[in-house]
């Protein structure tokens, strides 16, 4: 079956900086799109960013800048590099799998998250 698997979260300062991985297996992952989403307590979940099979990137505003999405299609691994991170920026963030094809909004498989909290 298909498992996304995120690591790499824990608690950092304020304008430390962090790096998710996540790890795919079960799926084809050069034929997906890989997203980066987040979700703080109480809020509904965000868009951070996306990777398409080029390597083509796109990021939420509130990231720009400051958030890099890169992947490799060898180790079937999304990578989520976070610099200059505030208290803002504390959520459990996830990884999805999207079939290339499919329209932006509809992905396939979801990891179970990795918590990021930023501390003043």
């Known amino acids: 079956q298909v498992q996304l698997v995120e690591s790499g979260g824990g608690l950092v300062h304020t304008g430390d900086s962090l790096r998710l991985s996540c790890a795919a297996s079960?799926?084809?992952?050069?034929?997906?799109?890989m997203g980066w989403f987040r979700q703080a307590p109480g809020k509904e979940r965000e868009f951070v960013g996306r990777?398409?099979?080029?390597?083509?990137?796109y990021y939420a505003d509130s990231v720009q800048g400051r958030f890099t999405i890169s992947r490799d299609n060898v180790k079937n691994t999304v990578y989520l590099q976070m610099n200059s991170l505030k208290p803002e920026d504390t959520a459990v963030y996830f990884c999805?799998?999207?079939?290339?094809?499919?329209?932006?909004?509809?992905?396939?498989?979801w990891g179970q998250g990795t918590q990021v909290t930023v501390s003043s």
């Open positions: 999805a799998a999207r079939f290339w094809s499919k329209p932006i909004n509809e992905y396939d498989y």
């Open positions: 079960g799926l084809t992952f050069s034929n997906y799109v």
């Open positions: 990777i398409r099979r080029s390597g083509n990137t």
